[in-house]
């Protein structure tokens, strides 16, 4: 029997009043960054149905967090409910989803965001290092003080917009939008290890990335205010973290267990 894609008004009627009431009480904690905007376009293609037997695997987790909020009220609690009310919402009314909407919704979340801006600081003492010495490996004069670069008489601060934080967003945004693509392609899903897989491993091409990004930067005395600085880390994006990813997901596509849909 064929699929029904189609989501039911009433479905809509409980997104929508979910979303608002949410909205409602945490409207001021809501950024609007390049990433929560790239993740809201790709939902449509992301989110898939794999199953017309509705779920409520999500209820008790819901349920939880719904309770939380009466005893202890923050942005990411707020957050994480919102999602979880989506997920089941959709579950229990529409059918099972793919295993890629709970990594979006986890991805695209300020506690992610925030998390990724406390580790720049080390991030940052630590490629500083390490492309004060790869200079220095390839005979030119660099040193490392702190989170600072100099280089031939010039110094070059690792800023954390240095680090490509929304780039490190931006890459696991586009790696599960690819994780789609393999689905919708070859009519099967990944679970949720395989997932985590892929995601760590956005995460070190991230970390490479970033690195030849910040060695261009240097050589080069590319500044923040240069444009070039922000097509830099575009470049070494889409050359160093999302073309290795594809190749690598699709050459070990065949080789690893992947559950097809029902």
Known sequence: ?????QISPLTITLLALCTTIFAYFNYENLPLNFSLVLGALFTPYIFR????TN??????VALLL???LFFRRSASLYYAFWCFCVLY???SQWGRLNQLPLFLLAVVSAFVNHIAYVWSFPIRLWLSG??????????MNAE????????????????????????LVTGLVMGLFILAHFERQYTRTFNFLQVSTAMFLVLFLSVFSNYIRLLTLVVFYILPENPLHELVGILCLVVYVLLPFYLVVKRIYYSIKIAKFP
């Open 144 to 167: 490392a003080d702190g989170n600072i670069i100099l280089l031939n008489g010039n110094d070059f601060n690792v800023e954390p917009g240095c680090v490509g934080l929304n780039m």
């Open 1 to 5: 029997m064929k699929k029904q894609t």
């Open 130 to 139: 390490i492309v004060a010495k790869s200079l220095t490996f390839i005979g």
């Open 66 to 68: 719904g309770g939380l």
């Open 55 to 60: 779920s409520h695997r999500y209820l008790i």
């Open 89 to 91: 919402i959709l579950e």
């Open 49 to 52: 149905k794999i199953s017309n």
